[in-house]
């Protein structure tokens, strides 16, 4: 603040010394040109008052009026090296003083409209400047809200992939026990060939060979369900989808024996690749084909088919179907299906449905529901093909 | 007597499981026929050897219970050893009140698979050798004439031959005569004898 207030004290004596320097030239001019033009001193105190008030303001203005009227009085009207003036001079005398007065007000006065103008200009820049900022800032939080939504999303998309994962631990304990039991029993086959009296080599090699195929098996199934549960940020590829609902009905195949129920693939052998993320696929098909498993538990007059299909649409679009012969759906619960929260189940959380919606919404395609005219319901879904709609 | 060599069936739907099973008890020198299912097994034709049934409890179409339960009201007797891949208790109880030999839980030890089956195997011996004299037994019995039957009712029931003679309104000789041929066709050594395969047999229609 300080350093302000001596440069403001030296731009005043700067622009009042300014004034006082140019009435002393304006001086110096008329004296030298007084012989030879008649009254120059009105030229030149007028350019030094004008030029004062013009490059110093109103104040350095005022201040080379007085002194060009005290330096005319002195020197320039009779009597002359004196301050006063004849009453015969003063009418000129006071025409002049009027004459400066009002031009030092006129520039004064467009001075003062010019700072203004400029003032409101700088502003205005001033405010330009903070609102960009600010709009800035408003942009890069909602940036960050949306990001945070997308984790959140993700998240619970997550989440509802390991509650529907959840459901299938029964069947998935025994997918992982099953090869386990192999190994076991395959190995001591092989431990009690070899301590027979006379080894049976060949029968040892095959039953070892046997408890690896089995070891593999294990490993396979836990590489599927690790790679369901653990990713959250969805990664975008190009996806086969059959291929996708081959891995799931395996995923499924021990819960759907569980119940008695048998799933059948039709799956079309000429369909477009689709592009997208082919864990979320799956969570949504296998979201599907657990409803479907569900529906069917309480059916025993007909067989309980769970049939998975693909085929090919109209503009390069995949559809999936996942059909089941159970319970099917009325239409309160037709009405409310894909709603968040909404089950009929005792256990369900109710966000399968609407989750996988928003998965297959997401991608650009679509998932609805529909009764069969055999009594069940079916779920489908179209997907665009990689190369899109336009193909 | 090749035919009397003990066998044993394992059914399993899992290949893997099927076959290890199978290279283990063929490693202790058993016989050993396997099958995908139950259906596979019911159609199939069993040699009459002693047998032990090792059976999957979970399999689809018919499951281990099912067949159990088919085999007994069949008729067919076979010592059944459950192997289950998660043994809860309302399971195993079942299986056990229907008659089932031993009840294991996956993954099976080897030795705990091949002990189960050596005393499922011997069990199934004694109870066939003891179906074999209950049958014999019965096709004596059945040799009788219908007097002959009522005489042998009366005698094992403790009757004297002289309150047999009242109760069936014939001569005190006469019942001595279907006594003796009662005796000779059912081939008693003695009275306790006789009163003791007909208790036998009794025994075993009521089972």
Known sequence: MRIDITAAVRSALF??????????LALLA????????????WFFFSAAVILS??????GPGWLAVICSTLAVMYYFTPPLRSFAVTPRELPYFVTFVACEIGVTQLISWRRRTEDALRQARDELEVRVAERTAELKRQMAEQRRIEEALQ????ELTRAARITTIGELTASIAHEVNQPLAAVVANADACVAWLSREKPDLAEARSAAGRATEGATRASEVIARIRSLITKATPEKSKVQINQVIEQTAALAEGQAARNQVVIKLELSPDLPVVFGDSIQFQQVILNLVVN???AMTCI???PRILTLRTEPEDKGQVRVSVQD??????EEVMRRLFEPFFTTR???MGMGLSISRSIIEAHGGRLWAEPNGSGGASFQFTLPSEDGPAS | MKELDPIVFVIDDDRMIRDGLQSLIRSVGLRVETFASAQEFLGAKRPDAPACLVLDVRMPGLSGLDLQLKLRDGGIPIPIIFITGHGDIPMSVRAMKAGAHEFLTKPVRGQDLLDAVQKAIASDRTLRKERQEVDEIRGRFESLTPREKEVLDLVVAGLLNKQIADQLGMSELTVKTHRAHVMEKTQADSLAHLVRMAEHLKASTRK
């Open chain 1, 15 to 24: 622009r009042y010394g300014l004034a006082v320097g140019l009435v002393f």
């Open chain 1, 53 to 58: 008030t013009w490059l110093g303001g109103t």
């Open chain 1, 300 to 302: 025993t007059d007909r």
């Open chain 1, 292 to 294: 479907g498993i569900e």
């Open chain 1, 151 to 154: 984790a959140t999303r993700a």
């Open chain 1, 325 to 330: 012969s159970g319970v099917g759906l009325n």
């Open chain 1, 346 to 348: 005792a256990k369900g």
């Open chain 1, 30 to 41: 008329s004296m030298a040109l007084q012989d030879s033009i008649g009254n120059p001193f």
